[in-house]
């Protein structure tokens, strides 16, 4: 099946410095990748929908400054934290559409666990 | 706009009993609709999805769902739940928006626990 790779796992960085997180479809092309973010005990809540070659589409309330979201090719976004508070300290996870759109849905990364010092 | 209520939060169940956790959205188009599990630790997994034709659903693991349209509902079940099922459960709707794509909206999660 559809296999998205995430990286890294966890990351630690001190406040104000970046951190760039990777999502990587293996064995197929995503023109269409996900971001998500979840705080503990709490659902998944869409931040942006990365589209390649083009600007990425944010959901309200996200800054897109802060966020920012690059998909340079059909196997890679890459959503960096810029300028990371404590309060940016969750867990992000990306995912990928299929190339049916029908077949496995939507596949998931195994998440980024991020914590801002 | 789109939205997916779950209304257990968290259910605790004994060993072989059932489960049915509810799910209900709001939109009035065609929807795709799917059921995640995401055990401890570990990332998202498709349980079940329905994008069309019979409402009943098969998914992994023994889960099965009910689509009912009229209701705007699509409930999990399982006969018999074991000790491993202890997870969390999403629900999720895709439906088509401008803009020319798609997004999945979750619900905010049930967390199970099956006790020996």
């Known amino acids: 099946g559809a296999v998205v790779s995430q990286h890294p796992s966890w990351v630690i960085c001190k406040s104000g410095t970046s951190v760039k997180i990777e999502c990587r479809s293996l064995?197929?092309?995503?023109?269409?990748m996900f971001w998500y973010r979840q705080f503990p005990k709490q659902s998944l809540m869409l931040m942006a929908t990365s589209n390649e070659g083009s600007k990425a589409t944010y959901e309200q309330g996200v800054e897109k400054d802060k966020f920012l979201i690059n998909h340079a090719s059909l196997t890679l976004s890459t959503l960096t934290v810029t300028s990371a508070h404590p309060e940016d300290s969750s867990f992000y996870i990306c995912s990928a559409r299929d190339p049916s759109g029908l077949l496995f849905g939507y596949t998931f990364g195994s998440g980024t666990r991020l914590t801002v010092v | 706009a789109q939205s997916v209520s779950q209304h257990n939060h968290h259910v605790i169940l004994s060993e072989a009993a059932s489960l049915e956790l509810g799910c209900n959205y709001s939109?009035?188009?065609?929807?795709?609709l799917f059921w995640y599990v995401q055990y401890p630790g570990q990332h998202l997994q498709l349980l079940l999805k329905?994008?069309?034709?019979?409402?009943l659903v098969k998914g992994i693991k023994g889960f099965e769902a009910e689509f009912i349209k009229s209701k705007f509902s699509f409930n999990l079940r399982k006969p018999s739940v074991q000790w491993s099922d202890t997870a969390e459960y999403f629900c999720a709707v895709n439906a088509p928006l401008s803009g020319g794509y798609n997004k999945l909206i979750f619900g905010a999660g049930t967390r199970l626990a099956v006790h020996p």
């Open positions: 329905y994008f069309s034709g019979d409402p």
């Open positions: 939109y009035g188009g065609t929807v795709n």
């Open positions: 064995d197929f092309q995503a023109t269409t």
